[in-house]
Structures are given as structure tokens and as C-alpha cells.
């Protein structure tokens, strides 16, 4: 299972950090990812980060402004989100991947988390 929390309403140039809690299942060699959907286009890949070794992928478009971590101990995946822009307004994704290997596509995602809401006004 994985719970999103952090979403908001914030200004351009403002910060989030979103978290997604995971729990029922170890996630050692797993990939953890964050997506996000606007209304009326397609889910696409913000970042992703591999649970065992750390390593990272992000999406050119959030590159510089988001940071994506874990915390081992929690069972929690963390987005950093900096400089926000209005274009970064979506509902945000967490998911888990039970293979090796970070994939931006969707379809390579086994578990979703409910979304949560990230607003960012002009």
C-alpha cells in the first residue's frame, strides 16, 4: 500500500515536499517513482529513485527543482518540490515498481498510490 501526503496550495516560486508512506511489503529491490496527471492529458514521470542503491532519474522538466529521496527506515519516498511553477499543478502520484531498473513509462509500475493534490497559483 502507499499513501501520498504533502499536496497543497502554493505560490509560484514556493515549495512542497510531498511524502509517500509504503507499507505492507519490503521494497529492497524496488524502484520507487512519482508521477503526475493534469486534467486532460496523460500521466507522465517526474522522478524515480532505486530503494536498494539510491540512484535517481528525473524528468527534464523538473531537473534542478525536485528532489526525490528515501528515508529506509520509514518506508517513505520523498519529493522535494522547489521553485513551482503553475505548469507543475497536478495530482501526484506515488508508485512502486518490483523490478530492477527505473522505467518512465507508467505500464512498468505495479502499485499506485491514491494522489494528492499540488496547486500552484500565478
Known amino acids: 500500500q502507499l499513501v501520498e501526503s504533502g499536496g497543497g496550495l502554493v505560490q509560484a516560486g514556493g515549495s512542497l515536499r510531498l511524502s509517500c508512506a509504503a507499507s505492507?511489503?519490503?521494497?529492497?529491490?524496488?524502484?520507487l517513482g512519482w508521477f503526475r496527471q493534469a486534467p486532460g492529458k496523460e500521466r507522465e514521470f517526474v522522478a524515480a529513485i532505486g530503494w536498494s542503491v539510491g540512484n535517481t532519474f528525473y524528468a527534464d522538466s523538473v531537473k534542478g527543482r525536485f528532489t526525490i529521496s528515501r528515508d529506509s527506515a520509514k518506508n517513505t519516498v520523498y519529493l522535494q518540490m522547489n521553485s513551482l511553477k503553475p505548469e507543475d499543478t497536478a495530482v501526484y502520484y506515488c508508485a512502486a515498481r518490483s523490478s530492477v531498473g527505473i522505467r518512465m513509462a507508467p505500464d512498468a509500475y505495479n502499485y499506485w498510490g491514491q494522489g494528492t493534490q499540488v496547486t500552484v497559483s500565478s
Open positions: 505492507g511489503r519490503t521494497f529492497s529491490s524496488y524502484v
